[in-house]
C-alpha cells in the first residue's frame, strides 16, 4: 500500500453484506434509544430540582476515575474495562468516518496510534473482565449480590473482545500486515492460524466478523434494559452531584398553602436527580462495606435501600405514566389507553412495605456511604426525607425521641435542663456574656458552647478548657449564655423539621442582632449546622471549629506549650467534622505540637468509623445488632493507646462509654484536644 501505514477496511467482507451491517445498527439504536427514553420517563415522574453541571468533576471521575481508583482490585478492573472499551470506541469510529464518508482519518501515524491502542485496551478490557468474574464468581465478597445480569453482562462484553481478537488474527494470517508490531495482541492471535486452509479461515472470518457484529449491536440495544445503563447515568449523576449533599437539606416551606404532605412517602416525590441516582447505582457495594449500622448487624445496607427504591421506581412509574395518558385521553388529547388496568393498579407502601422503618431510623447519617459511592449515590437526603414524613405526618418516630423534642421545645436542649442554667458551666471563669456587654461589636468571636457543653458534665470540661486556651491566645470573645438554643442539628436530622427552623430561627435573630459575624464552636454538629443550615434563613456567619483555630494559635505562638505529653494516643475522626466539612489535618497538628505519640485506626480520615451518636441516633436506644461505639471503640483499643483523643461531644460521650463497656476505664482515658492543650498552657 504505497509504504503507507494503513490496512484495507471490511477485508473479506463484500459490499452486501457491508450495507446489511446499517440496518441492524439502526435497530439496535432504536432499541437502545427506546430503552433510555422509558428511563428517562421514570425520572421525569420525581420532582423538579435545581442541579448544576460540575465538569471539573466529571472530568476527575469518569475519565481518570479518582474514587473508583481508592480500591486497588476493583479500580485496576474496572480502569481496563472503561479505557480499554473507549479506545475501541475511538477506534471503531474513526474506521466508519473514513469508510462511509471517505474522509482518510485511518492512515499513516494515526492509524499506528489506534492499531496499537486498540490492542492494548482490548487486553486491557479484556484483563478488566476476567478480573470481575473472578471477583464476582470466585472471590465472592459479601458486599457482592451476583444477578443474571451480572453475568450475561460479562460474558456478552467478553465474548465481543474475544471474537475481536480473533477476527484481526485470521486477518492478519491470511492477508499479512507490514505494520503487524503495532498489533502485537492481534499478531500472537495469528499465529494460532498459521498454515491453516485459506478457504476455510475466510469462512471463519465471515461467520465470526458477524457474530462480533451482531453482539456488539446487542450490547447497544442490551444496555438500558441492564446494569450496563450505567455507562450513560453514571457520568451524569457524578456531573450533577450537589456538594452540599447531605451537609444540609431543602428548606421546607412549612406555611405553604398547597402543601399536600411533607417529606416523602412514595417514590415520585423524590427529585428527578435523586431518581437517576437509582439507575446510577451498580451495586458494586462499598456503601455496603463502609456503613457503620451495617457492619453491626443493623437492618440497613445503604445499597440495598437503593436497589429497593429503584424496585419501587419500577413498579410505580409505570402506573403514573398510564395515568397521565388516562387523564389525556379524557381531556381528548391522545390516544386511547387502557385506563381499567391503571385504575385497579396496586403499589407497594413506601414505607412500611419497600423500606422499613427499623432501616430508616439506623442510620447516623455519617457519609461513609456517600463518601466511597464512586457514581456519587446520595444515600442521606433520601433518608431524611422518609423520616421528615415519619415524624411531620405520621407522627412515627422512636418512643425515646418524643422526650428530646419536648426537651428542646420547652428548653432549648435535648437534656431537658432548665434554661435558665446554660451559663453555669462558665461560674467563676470571668466570660463575658453579649447580652450584658456595652459595646458586644467589639468581641472577634462568638462561642457558640452548644448543649453538650453547656449541660453534660463531662463535656463542661471541654467548655472550660476552650475558655482557658481563649484567655491565654488573647482571643475577645464571648457567650450568647441564656440566649442560645439549641442548634436544632439532631432535630433536623431526626426528621423534625418544624422544630429545627424554630430553634434555627430564633438562634439567628439573636445572633443578627447582636451583629455576630464570626463563631468558634467545639461541637462538630453545632459547627455543621451554623456554617451549612443556617444560610437557608439567613444566618451567615464565618464558623471555625476549635481544633482549628487552636491549630491556627498553636502555628502563629500565640499560645505556648510549657511540656509535651508522651503518652501513647490515637485519634477519632468525627463524621462531621472530618468527612462533612474536610478538616482532617488541623487536629493531627495539635497533637503533633501537644507531643503525643500518634498511632492511626485502621479507619481514618475519611474512611473513619462513625461513633453512632450521629443523625440523632445520640438520643436513640441501640436495640439492633451490636453496639457501634463499642465496635469503635474496639477499633481504637486495636492501637494499644493510653488515650483516645476527640473532637467531638458526642465522640466524647460514646467513646467512654465504650471504653467502660472493655473495662479499660484506668489504663484508657478519653480527651478532647482542647483539654491536652489546656493542661500544656504556659
Known amino acids: 500500500m504505497n509504504g503507507?501505514?494503513?490496512?484495507?477496511?471490511?477485508?473479506?467482507?463484500?459490499?452486501?453484506?457491508?450495507?446489511?451491517?446499517?440496518?441492524?445498527?439502526?435497530?439496535?439504536?432504536?432499541?437502545?434509544?427506546?430503552?433510555?427514553?422509558?428511563?428517562?420517563?421514570?425520572?421525569?415522574?420525581?420532582?423538579?430540582?435545581?442541579?448544576?453541571?460540575?465538569?471539573?468533576?466529571?472530568?476527575?471521575?469518569?475519565?481518570?476515575?479518582?474514587?473508583?481508583?481508592?480500591?486497588?482490585?476493583?479500580?485496576?478492573?474496572?480502569?481496563?474495562?472503561?479505557?480499554?472499551?473507549?479506545?475501541?470506541?475511538?477506534?471503531?469510529?474513526?474506521?466508519?468516518?473514513?469508510?462511509?464518508?471517505?474522509?482518510?482519518?485511518?492512515?499513516?501515524?494515526?492509524?499506528?496510534?489506534?492499531?496499537?491502542?486498540?490492542?492494548?485496551?482490548?487486553?486491557?478490557a479484556i484483563i478488566g473482565i476476567l478480573m470481575a468474574i473472578i471477583c464476582r464468581y470466585i472471590i465472592k465478597p459479601d458486599r457482592l449480590d451476583n444477578k443474571p445480569d451480572d453475568l450475561i453482562s460479562l460474558l456478552l462484553i467478553l465474548t465481543i473482545l474475544?471474537?475481536?481478537?480473533?477476527?484481526?488474527?485470521?486477518?492478519?494470517?491470511?492477508?499479512?500486515?507490514?505494520?503487524?508490531?503495532?498489533?502485537?495482541?492481534?499478531?500472537?492471535?495469528?499465529?494460532?492460524?498459521a498454515g491453516a486452509d485459506e478457504g476455510i479461515l475466510r469462512l471463519w472470518h465471515v461467520i465470526l466478523w458477524w457474530g462480533h457484529m451482531l453482539l456488539a449491536f446487542g450490547f447497544i440495544a442490551y444496555i438500558p434494559y441492564s446494569k450496563l445503563i450505567h455507562l450513560f447515568t453514571a457520568p451524569i449523576n457524578q456531573a450533577l452531584a450537589d456538594p452540599q449533599s447531605a451537609k444540609t437539606f431543602p428548606l421546607i416551606d412549612l406555611e405553604a398553602e398547597d402543601a399536600e404532605s411533607f417529606g416523602v412517602s412514595t417514590v415520585e416525590e423524590f427529585t428527578q436527580k435523586q431518581l437517576l441516582d437509582l439507575d446510577s447505582c451498580t451495586r458494586c457495594g462499598r456503601c455496603q462495606d463502609n456503613c457503620p449500622a451495617y457492619l453491626t448487624k443493623k437492618p440497613l445496607s445503604p445499597k440495598k435501600m437503593t436497589q429497593d427504591l429503584k424496585e419501587a421506581l419500577n413498579e410505580r412509574a409505570p402506573v403514573i405514566i398510564a395515568r397521565?395518558?388516562?387523564?389525556?385521553?379524557?381531556?381528548?388529547?391522545?390516544?386511547?389507553?387502557?385506563?381499567?388496568?391503571?385504575?385497579?393498579?396496586?403499589?407497594?407502601?413506601?414505607?412500611?412495605?419497600?423500606?422499613?422503618?427499623?432501616?430508616?431510623?439506623?442510620?447516623?447519617?455519617?457519609?461513609a456511604c456517600q463518601e466511597v459511592c464512586p457514581v456519587y449515590v446520595e444515600h442521606i437526603p433520601k433518608t431524611i426525607e422518609l423520616r421528615r414524613n415519619l415524624?411531620?405526618?405520621?407522627?412515627?418516630?422512636?418512643?425515646?425521641?418524643?422526650?428530646?423534642?419536648?426537651?428542646?421545645e420547652n428548653n432549648g436542649n435535648p437534656w431537658g435542663?432548665?434554661?435558665?442554667?446554660?451559663?453555669?458551666?462558665?461560674?467563676?471563669?470571668?466570660?463575658?456574656?453579649?447580652?450584658?456587654?456595652?459595646?458586644?461589636?467589639?468581641?472577634?468571636?462568638?462561642y457558640w458552647v452548644g448543649c453538650a457543653g453547656s449541660f453534660?458534665?463531662?463535656?463542661?470540661?471541654?467548655?472550660?478548657?476552650?475558655?482557658?486556651?481563649?484567655?491565654?491566645?488573647?482571643?475577645?470573645?464571648?457567650?450568647?449564655?441564656?440566649?442560645?438554643?439549641?442548634?436544632?442539628?439532631?432535630?433536623?436530622r431526626i426528621g423534625n423539621e418544624y422544630l429545627y427552623q424554630m430553634l434555627a430561627q430564633e438562634n439567628i435573630e439573636t445572633m443578627n442582632n447582636y451583629k455576630v459575624k464570626k463563631i468558634i464552636t467545639a461541637c462538630p454538629h453545632c459547627y455543621n449546622t451554623l456554617k451549612n443550615?443556617?444560610?437557608?434563613?439567613?444566618?451567615?456567619?464565618?464558623?471555625?471549629h476549635h481544633s482549628e483555630l487552636i491549630a491556627k494559635l498553636l502555628s502563629e505562638n500565640k499560645i505556648k506549650l510549657n511540656s509535651t505529653d508522651n503518652r501513647r494516643f490515637t485519634y477519632h475522626d468525627s463524621c462531621y467534622l472530618g468527612r462533612y466539612n474536610r478538616v482532617f489535618?488541623?487536629?493531627?497538628?495539635?497533637?503533633?505540637?501537644?507531643?503525643?505519640?500518634?498511632?492511626?485506626?485502621?479507619?481514618?480520615?475519611?474512611?473513619?468509623?462513625?461513633c453512632g451518636a450521629g443523625g440523632g441516633r445520640m438520643w436513640m436506644e441501640e436495640t439492633l445488632g451490636e453496639r457501634i461505639n463499642v465496635e469503635r471503640t474496639r477499633q481504637a483499643l486495636a492501637t494499644n493507646p493510653e488515650g483516645i483523643a476527640v473532637n467531638c461531644p458526642y465522640c466524647l460521650t460514646m467513646l467512654e462509654d465504650g471504653i467502660k463497656a472493655f473495662d479499660k476505664t484506668e489504663e484508657v482515658k478519653v480527651y478532647d484536644i482542647a483539654e491536652l492543650v489546656a493542661e500544656k498552657l504556659n
Open 4 to 124: 503507507i501505514p494503513q490496512r484495507e477496511l471490511y477485508w473479506n467482507i463484500n459490499h452486501t453484506a457491508k450495507f446489511l451491517m446499517y440496518p441492524l445498527f439502526l435497530i439496535a439504536l432504536a432499541i437502545f434509544a427506546y430503552g433510555m427514553y422509558q428511563r428517562y420517563q421514570y425520572w421525569k415522574i420525581g420532582q423538579k430540582a435545581s442541579v448544576k453541571w460540575d465538569f471539573g468533576r466529571f472530568l476527575k471521575e469518569t475519565f481518570f476515575q479518582r474514587r473508583i481508583l481508592n480500591e486497588l482490585y476493583p479500580g485496576l478492573m474496572h480502569f481496563g474495562i472503561f479505557w480499554g472499551f473507549t479506545v475501541l470506541f475511538l477506534t471503531t469510529l474513526i474506521v466508519a468516518i473514513q469508510a462511509d464518508f471517505g474522509i482518510k482519518v485511518f492512515t499513516g501515524n494515526v492509524y499506528l496510534l489506534f492499531s496499537f491502542l486498540a490492542d492494548v485496551g482490548g487486553v486491557a
Open 533 to 544: 443550615d443556617y444560610p437557608q434563613f439567613g444566618g451567615n456567619y464565618e464558623v471555625i
Open 417 to 446: 435542663v432548665g434554661w435558665a442554667s446554660r451559663a453555669d458551666w462558665a461560674e467563676g471563669l470571668d466570660v463575658p456574656i453579649l447580652g450584658e456587654m456595652e459595646n458586644p461589636e467589639e468581641i472577634e468571636y462568638l
Open 324 to 367: 397521565a395518558k388516562a387523564e389525556l385521553v379524557k381531556k381528548g388529547l391522545g390516544e386511547e389507553a387502557a385506563t381499567s388496568e391503571v385504575e385497579g393498579a396496586v403499589t407497594r407502601a413506601l414505607i412500611g412495605e419497600v423500606i422499613e422503618e427499623d432501616t430508616i431510623w439506623s442510620c447516623t447519617t455519617c457519609r
Open 585 to 610: 489535618n488541623e487536629p493531627r497538628e495539635v497533637l503533633k505540637k501537644v507531643g503525643v505519640k500518634l498511632t492511626e485506626m485502621s479507619r481514618n480520615r475519611e474512611t473513619s468509623f462513625c
Open 162 to 193: 474475544v471474537t475481536g481478537y480473533i477476527v484481526e488474527g485470521i486477518r492478519m494470517a491470511v492477508a499479512g500486515d507490514n505494520w503487524a508490531a503495532y498489533s502485537p495482541f492481534g499478531n500472537l492471535v495469528a499465529q494460532l492460524f
Open 456 to 492: 453534660d458534665e463531662r463535656n463542661k470540661k471541654v467548655s472550660r478548657a476552650l475558655v482557658k486556651i481563649l484567655k491565654a491566645a488573647g482571643i475577645k470573645f464571648a457567650i450568647l449564655g441564656t440566649e442560645e438554643k439549641c442548634c436544632g442539628d439532631s432535630a433536623r
Open 391 to 408: 415524624v411531620l405526618m405520621e407522627s412515627s418516630f422512636p418512643q425515646e425521641v418524643q422526650l428530646t423534642f419536648r426537651n428542646m
